[in-house]
Nanobody
């Protein structure tokens, strides 16, 4: 089993910053891609940013230039630095990681989600 634990969410004013962290633990042999998704009330879950094990990144157009994803492979941790936050960034943020235990194929695991609220 693999667990993803997120932290760093909260309430911030528009223009402010937050840093989310997500640490993976458990039966981990290797982690491929890691990413952050978000889901606002009444909306579908959407990709915010993703990063491969080699460091290649991908961002949603709505966050380019404001958010930065990074990872520490030694700590099995992915981060999301969010700057210049807008009210429309308000959502529950979930991290995801593609993990293999060395026996089975890669499987996508999800964290429990952390609330980010941006006030205007």
């Amino acid at each position: 089993q693999v667990q993803l634990v997120e932290s760093g969410g909260g309430l911030v004013q528009a223009g402010g910053s937050l840093r989310l962290s997500c640490a993976a633990s458990g039966s981990i042999f290797s982690i491929n891609a890691m990413g952050w998704y978000r889901q606002a009330p009444g909306q579908q879950r959407e990709l915010v940013a993703a990063i491969t094990s080699g460091g290649t990144t991908n961002y949603a157009d709505s966050v380019k230039g404001r958010f930065t994803i990074s990872r520490d492979n030694a700590k099995n941790t992915v981060y999301l630095q969010m700057n210049s936050l807008k009210p429309e960034d308000t959502a529950v943020y979930y991290c995801s990681a593609d993990v293999t235990d060395g026996v089975q194929d890669f499987w996508a695991y999800w964290g429990q989600g952390t609330q980010v609220t941006v006030s205007s």
